[in-house]
């Protein structure tokens, strides 16, 4: 495997307010290995602001407000967890398995950052692997022991970076 194909990009958000694209492209990384991803993968991720998280989420998920960070999976795992989907999934241009897209607000990320009393780096740091997370199937919003288990990996994975949950 020659790495993941991970993309960063900053739309609609102030210069100063901007998010550390090689931090989230490293967590992208570090979560995949961590979840054992052993195919190359491509993940998609725009950071906005909050008028731009709002307009994705509307469109979306038909829910009128921003959000701290959207999930938009391209595969379905089933269970949870990295599952090689095989090689109907890699997509001939890219040799890669599309994983989906994550859609960061800048704004919310500073402003939990600040409630938490944590830097906006531990805020990134701890959204993206959540994102990555439902990228590969985990779920917090249906079951018990699908939030346990999807908290679970958050807290391996984050201490794994230097992180406390």
Known sequence: MTGHRIYARHSGVETAERLSCPLIKRCV???????????????SVLITDDCGIRNINTAYRGIDSPTDVLSFPAQDFSPPGWADPGPRAIEPETGCVPLGEIVLS?????????????????????????????????????????????????KKIMLEMGYDK
């Not at 290995?33 to 993940?43: F, L, P």
């Not at 805020?123 to 990555?132: A, D, M, P, Q």
């Open 29 to 43: 990384r570090r979560a995949l290995s961590i979840e054992g991803v052993g195919a190359q993968c491509e993940v």
């Open 106 to 154: 800048a704004q919310r990320v500073r402003l939990q950052a600040a409630e938490y009393g944590h830097p906006p780096e531990h805020e990134t740091v701890y959204l993206v692997i959540h994102s990555v997370l439902h990228l590969l199937g985990y779920d917090h919003t249906d079951e018990a022991e699908g939030k346990k288990a999807m908290r679970a990996r958050e």
